[in-house]
């Protein structure tokens, strides 16, 4: 299988199509191992109890958030430099979903912050660098929706993508530095390369699952999109026949 | 070209006005915000004043293009042949200058307003002159995106601000480096002209690909 | 002396088809008059021509002696907007113009008195009448000595007298060597060459394109 056949918008339905079941299959079997291993078998920890659990759905969350927009951003290239009309659909498709993840990842930031830190909210550098990148999402998400014409919307798009994916480093550079001018750091960090194997392994299947959930449901966008856009046509079709029936 | 857009540019003037406008009314309403505290003001005055330039620029920043999509200028200026990365260069310099230059200009005065100190007020001249090109260069690509849309000018201000971050951190930054005493005042500047030149090249090709979208 | 050739052209809008192979060729001297329904793109035909469109396939081809040269180097277009700002006087209007295609034509205010604005070239161009205004908009193709126009609709809002003027500028353009593709669906007031009828080149929605391919 060529990744060009698979490029051609008509091949592209009926591979997913058949793909589809056995991906749903796939994230609810991990999905299920991975809770379980979340709830059940990672230890609480010694200093947080058992509110380190959130930690499972937060850090796969945050990991997607940026994963999703790479993902747009190659998306993007792949508008801008092979002029592919699948490239739109996925970066069109990925938008949502990376904000609703980023959304995740801040809501389940801020439920942990709450017995952590004492409050809902901290100004913290990765939280804020978060936000930040919601905000880009729903940026996105209104340029999307103001245009009647995809073909320039995601042009358009692309190229805001883009130049959005080089600043997040800069931003991210850029609020580590605001931040550690603001509040010298006290947070505990779980990073470093001391955690234990009892919450990796339950933290990599986590991330698998959420993965898998992301894969399916950004297929399940495109497609809708693809069938969206034929239906347009279609509208089209109907419309062009009875004008040549008027003339 | 550059030249003779640059002047025309200059001639129709613009948002200066208004930016300033907007400006003052943003200072008058923060101390009805926060209270007349004046050691209170002088702490949050130079983060006031650059949020204040940064939206005045945003402001007008919704007309840069669309006036001369509108009335067919962009499409006589993108058929003769010049390439358009000048246009943009010619109409963001004019816009720096119509709209943000009066605005550095009434800092000092704006300054003893938010009980700001002298070496405060040169600073925040100093950070403004080299961070605001930047700013306006960023937000040209908003323009350069919403210019066909006939209300895109709220989209513009969603779509770049997030842009804009790191140029205002290390501007209020560089400009509370200043007058604090432990922090150094070099870093944070020399950072802020890397941002603005990476910005001002950024934003020029971007901007220029984004109306050649736009036009199609 | 010029020549601009154009094979299999093929236009799409919004990812849809407008319309497909067309083949022009128009040499020094000549006029072509494109002609065709509401929305078979006449416009979009002569935006493909001077670089505003990208085409959806097919070539655009320009010989002027030099292999670098590109239609928009060459070319005057006329397109439904003035190009004029409200604010500024019509001579200054004018004379920027000059100065961004070249100051190799008419001066300003010779060229609004070809097309009879000389009273009112130092009005703000706020002032004008739409005619006035498309008037001022054909004085820019004089301001500038370029060999091609592309004039999209140019008699509209011209009164019976300024059409006749229209006819006598282009054909002293014609005259002088220049080539002149105008989009319109009405009758010009100047001798055509050639005619290309857009209609027959209609690219049904059947054809599909991008995301509809069926195959």
Same mark, same amino acid.
């Given at each position: 299988?060529?990744?060009?056949?698979?490029?051609?918008?008509?091949?592209?339905?009926? =591979?997913?199509?058949?793909?589809?079941?056995?991906?749903?299959?796939?994230?609810?079997?991990?999905?299920?191992?991975?809770?379980?291993?979340?709830?059940?078998?990672?230890?609480?920890?010694?200093?947080?109890?058992?509110?380190?659990? =959130?930690?499972?759905?937060?850090?796969?969350?945050?990991?997607?958030?940026?994963?999703?927009?790479?993902?747009?951003?190659?998306?993007?290239?792949?508008? #801008?430099?092979?002029?592919?009309?699948?490239?739109?659909?996925?970066?069109?498709?990925?938008?949502? =979903? /990376?904000?609703?993840?980023?959304?995740?990842? #801040?809501?389940? /930031?801020?439920?942990?912050?709450?017995?952590?830190?004492?409050?809902?909210?901290?100004?913290?550098?990765?939280?804020?660098?978060?936000?930040?990148?919601? #905000?880009?999402?729903?940026?996105?998400?209104?340029?999307?929706?103001?245009?009647?014409?995809?073909?320039?919307?995601?042009?358009?798009?692309?190229? #805001?993508?883009?130049?959005?994916? =080089?600043?997040?480093?800069?931003?991210?550079?850029?609020?580590?530095?605001w931040n550690t001018l603001h509040q010298p750091a006290s947070v505990v960090r779980l990073d470093g390369p001391t955690i234990h194997s009892s919450i990796l392994w339950p933290l990599l299947v986590m991330a698998l699952a959420f993965s898998l959930l992301f894969l399916v449901l950004h297929l399940a966008a495109m497609r809708t999109e693809i069938l969206r856009r034929r239906v347009d046509r279609l509208r089209r079709l109907a419309a062009d026949d009875r004008l040549q029936?008027?003339? | 070209?550059?030249?003779?857009?640059?002047?025309?540019?200059?001639?129709?003037?613009?948002?200066?006005?208004?930016?300033?406008?907007?400006?003052?009314?943003?200072?008058?309403?923060?101390?009805?915000?926060?209270?007349?505290?004046?050691?209170?003001?002088?702490?949050?005055? $130079?983060?006031?004043?650059?949020?204040?330039?940064?939206?005045?620029?945003?402001?007008?920043?919704?007309?840069?293009?669309?006036?001369?999509?509108?009335?067919?200028?962009?499409?006589?200026?993108?058929?003769?042949?010049?390439?358009?990365?000048?246009?943009?260069? *010619?109409?963001?310099? *004019?816009?720096?200058?119509?709209?943000?230059?009066?605005?550095? *200009?009434? !800092?000092?005065?704006?300054?003893?307003?938010?009980?700001?100190? $002298?070496?405060?007020? @040169?600073?925040?001249? !100093?950070?403004? *002159?080299?961070?605001?090109?930047?700013?306006?260069?960023?937000?040209?690509?908003?323009?350069?995106?919403?210019?066909?849309? $006939?209300? @895109? @000018?709220?989209?513009?201000?969603?779509?770049?601000?997030?842009?804009?971050? $790191?140029?205002?951190?290390?501007?209020v930054t560089a400009t509370r480096a200043a007058f604090t005493d432990p922090d150094p005042f070099l870093p944070p500047f020399l950072i802020l002209i890397a941002l603005t030149l990476f910005g001002a090249v950024v934003g020029l090709f971007a901007s220029a690909a984004a109306l050649r979208t736009a036009t199609r | 002396m010029p020549?601009?050739?154009?094979?299999?052209?093929? &236009?799409?809008?919004?990812?849809?088809?407008? %319309?497909?192979?067309?083949?022009?060729?128009?040499?020094?001297?000549?006029?072509?008059?494109?002609?065709?329904?509401?929305?078979?793109?006449?416009?979009?035909?002569?935006?493909?021509?001077?670089?505003?469109?990208?085409?959806?396939?097919?070539?655009?081809? %320009?010989?002027?002696?030099?292999?670098?040269?590109?239609?928009?180097?060459? &070319?005057?277009?006329?397109?439904?907007?003035?190009?004029?700002?409200?604010?500024?006087?019509?001579?200054?209007?004018?004379? %920027?113009?000059?100065?961004?295609?070249?100051?190799?034509?008419?001066?300003?205010?010779?060229?609004?008195?070809?097309?009879?604005?000389?009273?009112?070239?130092?009005?703000?161009?706020?002032?004008?009448?739409?005619?006035?205004?498309?008037?001022?908009?054909?004085?820019?193709?004089?301001?500038?000595?370029?060999?091609?126009?592309?004039?999209?609709?140019? +008699?509209?809002?011209?009164?019976?007298?300024?059409?006749?003027?229209?006819?006598?500028?282009?054909?002293?353009? +014609?005259?002088?060597?220049?080539?002149?593709?105008?989009? +319109?669906?009405?009758?010009?007031? %100047?001798?055509? +060459?050639?005619?290309?009828?857009?209609?027959?080149?209609?690219?049904?929605?059947?054809?599909?394109?991008?995301?509809?391919?069926?195959?």
């Amino acid at each position: 299988m060529q990744i060009i056949e698979l490029a051609n918008p008509t091949r592209f339905l009926s =591979i997913s199509a058949r793909l589809m079941p056995v991906l749903v299959g796939a994230t609810a079997v991990c999905f299920v191992v991975g809770l379980y291993m979340a709830f059940f078998v990672a230890p609480p920890d010694y200093q947080q109890g058992e509110t380190v659990r =959130i930690m499972f759905l937060h850090v796969p969350s945050a990991w997607l958030a940026m994963f999703c927009y790479t993902i747009m951003a190659l998306s993007a290239l792949g508008t #801008l430099v092979w002029k592919h009309p699948l490239a739109d659909v996925s970066a069109k498709a990925a938008a949502p =979903i /990376g904000a609703v993840f980023t959304f995740l990842a #801040l809501a389940t /930031g801020s439920l942990w912050g709450k017995p952590m830190w004492g409050t809902w909210w901290v100004w913290d550098a990765r939280l804020t660098s978060v936000l930040v990148l919601f #905000l880009m999402y729903l940026g996105l998400i209104a340029l999307w929706r103001s245009f009647d014409d995809q073909i320039a919307a995601g042009r358009l798009c692309a190229k #805001l993508t883009l130049v959005g994916f =080089i600043n997040i480093p800069i931003i991210k550079f850029s609020v580590d530095w605001w931040n550690t001018l603001h509040q010298p750091a006290s947070v505990v960090r779980l990073d470093g390369p001391t955690i234990h194997s009892s919450i990796l392994w339950p933290l990599l299947v986590m991330a698998l699952a959420f993965s898998l959930l992301f894969l399916v449901l950004h297929l399940a966008a495109m497609r809708t999109e693809i069938l969206r856009r034929r239906v347009d046509r279609l509208r089209r079709l109907a419309a062009d026949d009875r004008l040549q029936q008027g003339a | 070209m550059i030249g003779a857009v640059f002047l025309r540019d200059l001639r129709l003037g613009g948002a200066g006005f208004i930016g300033l406008t907007f400006f003052l009314a943003l200072v008058t309403i923060i101390p009805f915000g926060v209270g007349p505290d004046l050691n209170l003001l002088a702490r949050i005055g $130079p983060a006031v004043l650059w949020i204040g330039a940064l939206l005045s620029i945003l402001l007008g920043l919704d007309r840069l293009f669309r006036a001369d999509y509108e009335d067919g200028s962009l499409d006589l200026l993108l058929a003769s042949g010049h390439a358009i990365e000048g246009v943009v260069l *010619a109409k963001v310099a *004019a816009y720096w200058v119509t709209t943000t230059l009066p605005l550095i *200009a009434a !800092v000092p005065f704006f300054g003893f307003f938010l009980n700001l100190e $002298p070496v405060a007020i @040169g600073a925040l001249v !100093v950070t403004m *002159a080299v961070g605001t090109p930047g700013l306006a260069f960023a937000g040209a690509i908003g323009a350069a995106v919403t210019v066909s849309l $006939p209300r @895109g @000018g709220l989209l513009l201000a969603v779509i770049i601000l997030p842009i804009c971050i $790191p140029i205002l951190i290390f501007g209020v930054t560089a400009t509370r480096a200043a007058f604090t005493d432990p922090d150094p005042f070099l870093p944070p500047f020399l950072i802020l002209i890397a941002l603005t030149l990476f910005g001002a090249v950024v934003g020029l090709f971007a901007s220029a690909a984004a109306l050649r979208t736009a036009t199609r | 002396m010029p020549t601009l050739t154009a094979s299999g052209l093929a &236009c799409q809008r919004g990812g849809y088809p407008v %319309f497909s192979g067309v083949d022009l060729e128009i040499a020094t001297g000549q006029t072509l008059q494109v002609t065709g329904r509401n929305g078979s793109g006449k416009s979009s035909l002569l935006r493909l021509l001077c670089g505003l469109l990208e085409p959806a396939g097919g070539t655009i081809r %320009f010989d002027a002696g030099d292999p670098e040269a590109r239609v928009a180097d060459h &070319c005057h277009y006329l397109g439904h907007e003035n190009g004029l700002k409200p604010q500024l006087t019509t001579v200054d209007n004018l004379d %920027f113009w000059r100065k961004v295609y070249g100051p190799t034509g008419k001066a300003a205010r010779e060229a609004l008195s070809v097309v009879g604005l000389d009273r009112v070239a130092d009005l703000p161009t706020a002032y004008l009448s739409a005619g006035q205004k498309r008037r001022a908009a054909i004085a820019r193709l004089l301001v500038s000595n370029r060999s091609t126009w592309l004039l999209d609709e140019p +008699t509209a809002a011209l009164d019976r007298p300024s059409e006749s003027l229209l006819g006598e500028i282009v054909d002293a353009h +014609t005259r002088a060597g220049g080539l002149t593709i105008v989009a +319109t669906h009405l009758t010009l007031p %100047f001798a055509v +060459t050639a005619t290309l009828d857009l209609t027959a080149h209609h690219a049904s929605a059947r054809v599909p394109a991008g995301l509809g391919a069926d195959q």
